[in-house]
């Protein structure tokens, strides 16, 4: 039997789960197999191509190589085309296809590319045989693709003819549905399968047109995903064995699992998705193995299960919710839904990474991934019951001195292991009197190892923390080199010390920030996590900026704002992600006014508000101005002098297009507080802060105003050794 060398693919990012089911497929066959990028490589007969395109619910197609050459022009791509001999794959009555993909090479016009793979072919058998094969768009007889990278092309038949997410069931759908091949993908990779030997339960409670559920089911029942399908590029393939093919078909019936052990249940709150769904799930032959209910998700109700259940579900990205209802509120309907039915798993793919903090559910792993156009995050969480979710009185992980020095091998590693562990030992005693679970760590303690180190632990399961490492940027006299190789030395002595995995170690460089960079996203994971400050639930984003959202070294003022709050007006300039509001709300403030010109913070802002249950429109305001604009024509904001208190924590400079001048505070901080003033009522109290280093209070607000340096006061036990982080003063009308 022929040996063919072919190559199959399937959804990016899931080529080892891909690789183990073609294993699995395959059985104990002859075929070898080698996972590479973008799919698997694989040496097999004719055999194997007929499992694979039967069986295989994560592939989603099978190329036969022909032949592969070098080619950097046109010339090059005819000659190795026509160089195949296509009689011993095809006749001149077929009708053929053709499609390329193209990456970095001279030939990049993948129009061109078709046209001169067509032209060899077709003039190969004209020349033969005096008659060519014919072009059709839609299911040829024969397709060919060719792949050209790095100026190499590969000339392959795809076997599968078409993709092979279209099992056949799905004729109707309910806007952007999973393609089925990312569904099962997404159901292997969430731990559902069918050969776990008891009782299981899925759940799909968004489900539409029913693909997880369908997916599951035909999992469940070993109902090969190919096997209502009609068409496949091989039928009319010269190589096609008929026989072999109708053997494999039948194979696949006899082993179809009439009756299979398990419970899926599918729910949505539209009537015509469920419709839809019923009719897809019909036409794949498991309508009898799914239970569809009409259920909201907020009002979502099983029985109880004697295991685990898992639930799983594609949350509709806006365009099918009610109007009365939004995203936000479907993620934290959700995750109470979930945790009603505990023990249970929530594994949800989710184009708005940024509500998942919603959930209010201890994540267990996550996978990026890709859903059409759309980058999404694939996520599995561990339910918890209700009682559970109160953050427990638990000790940050501790760290054993006594443990074995760093595996690494390297001396400079030791002294910033042993520094490491004596800050974190006392810093976690400092810690659990004090009721803080994020705190700084390091602090360019050492002078080689210039980064600090914040650890950060989760509001929801108080067991999980991160940890977010910043590199200060090397001086000029420190070779690239050099830096790289301690930073990266510094990494693996953290992840040893803190026993913490690469998902929850988070590395950004801090260079000196000028205008608007230190506000320029890094990343665009738009991933938040929930920790806890005192009374505050506050959302931390450790990937797309460079700062979390949460400014450590001021949690003393945020507490006085909070002490002081009850029954105040309260003015927060600058807001970023209004912590500050946050807790001058939760202390009892009787309107609090954040301002920022950033969209993104105000949106985090409101975000954080909602998270504390201050979602009242009249107390908790939110502006977005440029600041100095703002202060300068107050009443062009309907601000007057009417504020008890005003946070003002101003960048150090600005640049930002949307100001109308620059800001430098040290330059510019007399005029803003002399403006700020002016909205704080005779009794008021302003906070001025600043992290400009060699910063100078200027003299006339010493001559005006009543001011009283509390920069010490507000200095936090994980920041003393560098007590030059900022410096805050408390300012009063009149003069000391």
Same mark, same amino acid.
């Given at each position: 039997?022929?040996?063919l060398?072919?190559?199959?693919?399937?959804?990016k990012?899931?080529?080892?789960?891909?690789f183990?089911?073609?294993r699995?497929?395959?059985?104990?066959?002859d075929a070898?197999?080698?996972?590479?990028?973008?799919g698997?490589?694989? %040496?097999?007969?004719?055999?194997?191509?007929?499992r694979l395109?039967?069986?295989?619910?994560?592939?989603?197609?099978v190329?036969?190589?022909l032949?592969?050459?070098?080619?950097?022009?046109e010339?090059q791509?005819y000659?190795?085309?026509?160089?195949?001999?296509?009689?011993?794959?095809?006749?001149a009555?077929?009708s053929?296809?053709?499609?390329?993909t193209?990456s970095?090479?001279k030939?990049?016009?993948g129009?061109f590319?078709?046209?001169?793979v067509?032209?060899?072919?077709?003039d190969?058998?004209?020349?033969?045989?005096? %008659?060519?094969?014919?072009?059709?768009?839609?299911?040829?007889?024969?397709?060919?693709?060719?792949?050209?990278?790095?100026n190499?092309?590969?000339?392959?038949?795809?076997?599968?003819?078409?993709?092979?997410?279209?099992r056949?069931?799905?004729?109707?759908?309910?806007?952007a549905?999973?393609?089925?091949?990312?569904?099962?993908?997404?159901l292997v990779?969430?731990?559902?399968?069918?050969?776990?030997?008891e009782?299981?339960?899925?759940?799909?409670p968004?489900?539409g047109?029913g693909?997880?559920?369908i997916?599951?089911?035909m999992?469940?029942a070993?109902?090969a995903?190919?096997?209502?399908?009609?068409?496949?590029?091989?039928?009319r393939?010269?190589?096609?064995?008929?026989?072999?093919?109708?053997a494999?078909?039948?194979?696949?019936?006899?082993?179809?699992?009439?009756?299979?052990?398990?419970?899926i249940?599918?729910?949505?709150?539209?009537?015509n998705?469920?419709q839809?769904?019923?009719?897809?799930a019909?036409r794949?032959g498991?309508?009898?193995?799914?239970?569809f209910?009409?259920?909201?998700?907020?009002?979502?109700?099983?029985?109880?299960?004697k295991?685990?259940t898992?639930?799983?579900?594609?949350?509709?990205?806006?365009?099918?919710?009610?109007?009365?209802h &939004?995203?936000?509120?479907?993620?934290?309907?959700?995750?109470?839904?979930?945790r009603?039915?505990?023990?249970?798993?929530?594994?949800?793919?989710?184009?708005?990474?940024d509500?998942?903090?919603?959930?209010?559910?201890?994540?267990l792993s996550?996978?990026?991934?890709?859903?059409?156009?759309?980058?999404c995050?694939?996520a599995?969480?561990?339910s918890?019951?209700e009682?559970?979710?109160?953050?427990?009185?638990?000790?940050?992980q501790?760290?054993?001195?006594e443990?074995?020095m760093?595996?690494?091998?390297?001396?400079?590693?030791?002294p910033?292991?042993?520094?490491?562990?004596?800050?974190?030992?006392h810093?976690q005693?400092?810690?659990?009197?004090?009721?803080?679970s994020?705190?700084?760590?390091?602090?360019a303690?050492?002078?080689?190892?210039?980064f600090?180190?914040?650890?950060?632990?989760?509001d929801?399961a108080?067991?999980?923390?991160?940890?977010?490492?910043?590199?200060?940027?090397?001086?000029?006299?420190?070779?690239?080199a050099?830096?790289?190789?301690?930073?990266?030395?510094?990494?693996?002595?953290?992840?040893?010390?803190?026993?913490?995995?690469?998902?929850?170690?988070?590395?950004?460089?801090?260079?000196?920030q000028r205008?608007?960079?230190?506000?320029q996203?890094?990343?665009?994971?738009?991933e938040f996590?929930?920790v806890r400050? &005192?009374?505050?639930s506050?959302?931390?984003?450790?990937?797309?900026?460079?700062?979390?959202?949460?400014f450590?070294?001021?949690?003393?003022t945020?507490?006085m704002v909070y002490?002081?709050a009850?029954?105040?007006?309260?003015?927060?300039?600058?807001?970023?992600?209004?912590?500050?509001?946050v807790?001058?709300?939760? &202390?009892?403030?009787a309107?609090?006014?954040?301002?920022?010109?950033?969209?993104?913070?105000l949106?985090?802002a409101r975000e954080?508000h909602?998270?504390?249950r201050?979602d009242?429109?009249?107390?908790?305001?939110?502006?977005?101005a440029?600041?100095?604009?703002?202060?300068?024509h107050?009443h062009r904001?309907s601000?007057?002098?009417?504020?008890?208190?005003?946070?003002?924590?101003?960048?150090?400079?600005?640049?930002?297009?949307k100001?109308?001048?620059?800001?430098?505070?040290?330059?510019?901080?007399?005029?803003?507080?002399?403006?700020?003033m002016?909205?704080?009522?005779s009794?008021?109290?302003?906070?001025? %802060?600043?992290n400009?280093r060699g910063?100078?209070?200027a003299?006339?607000i010493?001559e005006?105003?009543a001011?009283?340096?509390?920069?010490?006061?507000t200095?936090?036990e994980?920041?003393?050794r560098n007590p030059?982080?900022?410096l805050?003063?408390e300012?009063?009308?009149?003069?000391?």
């Amino acid at each position: 039997m022929q040996t063919l060398k072919l190559f199959v693919t399937g959804h990016k990012g899931f080529e080892t789960l891909l690789f183990h089911e073609l294993r699995a497929v395959l059985g104990a066959t002859d075929a070898v197999l080698e996972k590479k990028y973008g799919g698997v490589g694989i %040496s097999a007969g004719i055999d194997a191509v007929y499992r694979l395109c039967l069986h295989s619910r994560l592939a989603n197609r099978v190329f036969c190589e022909l032949a592969r050459a070098p080619v950097e022009d046109e010339a090059q791509l005819y000659q190795a085309v026509y160089a195949i001999d296509w009689g011993l794959h095809m006749e001149a009555r077929n009708s053929i296809a053709v499609s390329a993909t193209l990456s970095r090479s001279k030939l990049n016009h993948g129009h061109f590319v078709v046209l001169r793979v067509k032209d060899a072919i077709v003039d190969q058998f004209r020349e033969r045989c005096g %008659s060519r094969p014919v072009v059709a768009k839609k299911q040829p007889d024969i397709q060919v693709h060719v792949n050209i990278h790095h100026n190499q092309a590969t000339i392959s038949l795809d076997l599968s003819g078409e993709s092979l997410h279209r099992r056949g069931y799905r004729l109707q759908h309910t806007g952007a549905p999973l393609k089925e091949h990312l569904a099962a993908a997404l159901l292997v990779q969430a731990g559902w399968n069918s050969e776990a030997g008891e009782p299981r339960r899925l759940l799909d409670p968004m489900c539409g047109s029913g693909t997880f559920v369908i997916e599951a089911a035909m999992m469940a029942a070993n109902i090969a995903p190919g096997l209502e399908r009609e068409y496949f590029g091989f039928k009319r393939w010269l190589m096609h064995d008929a026989q072999r093919w109708q053997a494999c078909l039948e194979q696949a019936r006899e082993a179809i699992i009439a009756q299979p052990q398990v419970e899926i249940c599918a729910s949505d709150y539209d009537a015509n998705a469920l419709q839809t769904a019923l009719a897809n799930a019909r036409r794949a032959g498991v309508e009898h193995m799914i239970e569809f209910s009409h259920q909201q998700v907020g009002e979502l109700e099983l029985a109880p299960a004697k295991n685990e259940t898992l639930v799983i579900c594609n949350p509709p990205y806006g365009q099918r919710l009610q109007a009365e209802h &939004g995203l936000a509120e479907l993620y934290t309907e959700l995750g109470a839904a979930v945790r009603r039915l505990a023990p249970a798993r929530l594994a949800t793919i989710s184009a708005n990474p940024d509500l998942l903090h919603r959930l209010k559910m201890q994540r267990l792993s996550r996978k990026d991934v890709r859903n059409g156009p759309l980058q999404c995050l694939f996520a599995i969480y561990a339910s918890a019951a209700e009682k559970d979710l109160v953050v427990a009185e638990t000790a940050p992980q501790a760290v054993d001195k006594e443990a074995a020095m760093p595996a690494i091998d390297e001396e400079a590693a030791v002294p910033l292991y042993n520094r490491l562990v004596k800050n974190a030992r006392h810093l976690q005693r400092w810690a659990k009197r004090n009721d803080v679970s994020c705190y700084r760590i390091y602090d360019a303690d050492l002078p080689e190892f210039a980064f600090s180190l914040d650890r950060y632990q989760s509001d929801v399961a108080p067991g999980l923390e991160w940890f977010h490492l910043q590199e200060y940027q090397a001086p000029a006299t420190i070779d690239a080199a050099t830096a790289e190789h301690r930073i990266k030395l510094a990494m693996a002595v953290v992840k040893q010390v803190f026993a913490v995995s690469d998902d929850r170690l988070f590395c950004k460089t801090r260079s000196r920030q000028r205008g608007s960079a230190q506000y320029q996203k890094q990343d665009n994971q738009a991933e938040f996590f929930q920790v806890r400050e &005192g009374a505050a639930s506050l959302l931390i984003n450790l990937s797309d900026y460079l700062d979390s959202g949460l400014f450590l070294d001021h949690r003393i003022t945020r507490d006085m704002v909070y002490r002081q709050a009850g029954g105040k007006r309260i003015l927060n300039l600058f807001c970023y992600t209004a912590a500050v509001g946050v807790l001058a709300g939760l &202390g009892g403030a009787a309107r609090v006014v954040n301002i920022d010109m950033s969209v993104n913070y105000l949106k985090w802002a409101r975000e954080n508000h909602l998270l504390n249950r201050l979602d009242d429109d009249e107390r908790y305001q939110f502006i977005r101005a440029d600041i100095v604009e703002l202060l300068n024509h107050p009443h062009r904001f309907s601000l007057q002098r009417e504020f008890d208190l005003i946070f003002l924590d101003p960048p150090s400079f600005s640049n930002s297009s949307k100001m109308r001048e620059t800001l430098d505070i040290q330059r510019d901080h007399a005029s803003l507080i002399g403006l700020a003033m002016d909205l704080l009522k005779s009794d008021g109290l302003l906070l001025f %802060s600043t992290n400009r280093r060699g910063f100078k209070l200027a003299r006339e607000i010493d001559e005006t105003c009543a001011v009283r340096d509390i920069t010490h006061s507000t200095i936090a036990e994980d920041f003393r050794r560098n007590p030059k982080i900022h410096l805050c003063w408390e300012i009063r009308h009149g003069t000391a």
